[in-house]
């Protein structure tokens, strides 16, 4: 099984950075194996993709929006999935959602939520301007 756990939200300045991490409980093994996914929802708005990686961790999908600024990338030996997002804006406010997708290719990352199997509780992410 895999039970993603998301990590590092706060409240910060626009402008500045932060780092989320995304942890599963389950196998080291099962969770390598997925691609993952960060996912948003602000107040009154659909959840929206933000970034996916494979499970090789050597391909990753943006959304336009965060381009530039927000990185993903993964640890297999640590089971853990990373968000880092720079100079964050207000509109990046919001509830993030790791998720996981079992079976996927090697090259293949999620940009639809549909695709996601395992989905974390979120994590609250503010930006003040």
């Known amino acids: 099984q895999v039970h993603p756990v998301e990590f590092g939200g706060g409240l910060v300045q626009a402008g500045e950075s932060l780092g989320l991490a995304c942890i599963s409980s389950?196998?080291?093994?099962?969770?390598?194996?997925?691609?993952v996914g960060w996912f948003r929802q602000a107040p009154g708005k659909e959840r929206e993709i933000v970034a996916a990686?494979?499970?090789?961790?050597?391909?990753?999908g943006y959304v336009d929006s965060v381009k530039g600024r927000f990185t993903i990338s993964r640890d297999n030996a640590k089971n853990t999935v990373y968000l880092q997002m720079n100079n964050l804006r207000s509109e990046d406010t919001g509830v993030y959602y790791c998720a996981a997708a079992r079976g996927r290719p090697y090259n293949d990352y999620p940009m639809k939520g549909v695709d996601y199997e395992y989905w974390g509780q979120g994590t609250q992410v503010t930006v003040s301007s």
């Open positions: 389950g196998r080291t093994s099962t969770f390598s194996s997925c691609a």
């Open positions: 990686i494979s499970w090789s961790g050597g391909f990753t």
